[in-house]
């Protein structure tokens, strides 16, 4: 893909996230190599703001070099540069191991640090003045996730006249959570910056709004739209739920294709032509249940109810914060249960778990999920989980079928799942062995209500919605005099 340097013009629309779409891998030329960033906030995003034609700000995913603006495969995009100690203390740090865990039920526990603190304030000050300065007069700026708390109310502060739209990925916890961190008022009143302020599920909005309650704001709970308000500082900032989706038109064409076709086919002979294959798909994280998993799996292998040769088991695991001690920890884990497992049931040239620790593109990603009767998508704790929604995206003749975890933001849509207890892994195991014997009607039924779900209410859905609403919020504030009535907000596309 080509990237070549563009002038830093002001936009309308402007996306700012941790991560660009891209990271930059060094090359012996010294100039980086471009591939796709991890995770499903890129997935959902990159879509919206390819419609939108705006800017993206964030970090290239390398440290100590600063990057001019450039255009990526036609995105543009604002690189924030990060130093070595900050990537130790804002990105590893206070965000993957103090937000992270603590909004993910503390299933490991949070590490609070006052220099991590401090190192989070100073680069989401870097964030908010890059946004302030990428920003029209009147523009749309979206800032995203849970790395970048405070950037609202600080862009809010550099820019009065922009319309500032905030969305968290990842759960917003029970107060009792929240105000463990010591710094939880800095953050609600950094998030409180927002006109919007946008989360995956009715439950985080409400966990957000008790919260900014206790901090001292009066609160109007969601009415006829479920859009709660939260007055704050002679303002109103709105909240309320935005399940992130997938593209699912795009996807389930490219499952279609004749090349995902034959490489789905290409891998199911790979894998020996086995009646079912099983898969999971997931970034190497402690969220994503992967050790209880493979206990339950270890269960079926053991009691004859999975056959290496008959069942192929495939478990992707895309490498993730690896200099995270946690996830260093969990590959070890992992490695040591999937050696087990194949070393006690796995026969020549049929191992019982077929295990990639690698990032696959998204042909082989949608193959993958073509070729697969049955998929496991069983985290402890996730946002949303687009993998699931991918799946049923990738499954228009509604064949294969999907165990859900009920702790996953997806089961709220996802109807036509197999919900499960992740943590009962005697359970998942009993599920897989029913599903399996299920009638396929009956499967069939259930898959085919999932791709119409996927369907409905796909990227484009979302960000219309989002920016409808935040378009609303925006209408009639007047912020220090300056009215931003009629501004520009970039026009989500109809009928996607
Ligand atoms: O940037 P990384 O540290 O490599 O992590 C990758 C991304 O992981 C998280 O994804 C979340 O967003 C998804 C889309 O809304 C959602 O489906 C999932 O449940 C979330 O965990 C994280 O929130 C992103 O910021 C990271 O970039
Ligand atoms: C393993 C793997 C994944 N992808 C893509 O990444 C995202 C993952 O999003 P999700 O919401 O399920 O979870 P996190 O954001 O990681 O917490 C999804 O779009 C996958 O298709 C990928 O492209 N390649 C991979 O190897």
Not at 37 to 59: C, D, H, K, Y
Not at 123 to 139: I, K, Q, S, Y
Not at 250 to 256: D, H, N, P, Q, V
Not at 392 to 412: K, Q, R, T, V, Y
Request: some cysteine.
């Amino acid at each position: 893909m080509q990237s070549v340097p563009c002038r830093p013009q002001r936009s309308d629309f402007v996306v700012v996230a941790n991560r660009l779409p891209v990271v930059g891998e060094p090359t012996e030329s010294g100039e980086p190599s471009w591939r796709r960033s991890p995770g499903g906030l890129v997935t959902a995003l990159e879509p919206v703001l390819r419609r939108a034609q705006g800017v993206w700000i964030g970090w290239a995913g390398e440290c100590d070099r600063r990057t001019a603006p450039f255009s990526h495969d036609g995105m543009r995009v604002h690189p924030v540069s990060l130093s070595a100690r900050e990537l130790a203390s804002y990105y590893e740090g206070f965000s993957n191991a103090t937000v992270w865990p603590l909004f993910h039920d503390t299933i490991v526990p949070p590490t609070l640090d006052r220099g991590w603190w401090q190192s989070y304030v100073q680069v989401n000050t870097r964030f908010a003045e890059a946004a302030a300065l990428a920003a029209a007069p009147g523009a749309t700026v979206w800032v995203h996730d849970y790395q970048l708390l405070l950037v609202p109310a600080m862009l809010r502060t550099l820019r009065p006249d922009v319309t500032i739209g905030f969305f968290l990925h990842i759960p917003f916890p029970p107060e009792e959570l929240f105000m463990q961190l010591p710094w939880w008022t800095e953050i609600i009143d950094g998030m409180l910056g927002a006109d919007l302020v946008g989360f995956q599920l009715p439950r985080d909005a409400e966990n957000f709004r008790r919260t900014a309650a206790i901090r001292g704001s009066a609160i109007d709970p969601p009415g006829a739209d479920a859009i709660g308000r939260i007055h704050v500082g002679g303002r109103v900032a709105w909240t309320g739920a935005f399940p992130v989706a997938v593209d699912a038109a795009g996807l389930t064409t490219l499952a279609t294709s004749a090349a995902v076709r034959g490489r789905a086919r290409r891998i199911r002979a790979e894998l020996g032509q086995p009646d079912t294959v099983i898969l999971s798909v997931d970034r190497l994280d402690y969220t994503k249940g992967i050790p209880e998993r493979l206990a339950a799996l270890d269960a079926l292998y053991k009691q004859g109810r999975l056959i290496p040769g008959r069942h192929a088991t495939v478990q992707i695991v895309t490498p993730s914060r690896e200099r995270i001690p946690q996830y260093r920890e969990l590959r070890r884990r992992i490695e040591i249960e999937v050696g087990h497992i194949n070393g006690a049931y796995g026969a020549l040239g049929r191992p019982a778990v077929h295990y990639l620790h690698r990032s696959v593109g998204r042909e082989e990603l949608a193959a993958f999920l073509v070729a697969t009767d049955l998929m496991l998508v069983t985290p402890l704790r996730d946002g949303m989980n687009l993998v699931a929604k991918e799946y049923a995206a990738c499954h228009p003749d509604a064949d294969g079928a999907l165990i859900l975890s009920e702790f996953a933001g997806a089961a709220a849509e996802l109807h036509g799942a197999y919900l499960v207890n992740p943590y009962d892994t005697d359970r998942l195991a009993s599920t897989v062995d029913a599903v399996l014997n299920d009638p396929v009607a009956q499967r069939s039924r259930r898959m085919d209500t999932m791709h119409r779900q996927v369907r409905r209410h796909d990227v484009h859905a979302w960000a219309r919605s989002y920016l409808g609403v935040l378009h609303r919020a925006r209408a009639g504030r007047t912020v220090l005099g300056v009215s931003t009535r009629g501004a520009a907000l970039p026009h989500a596309p109809a009928g996607a």
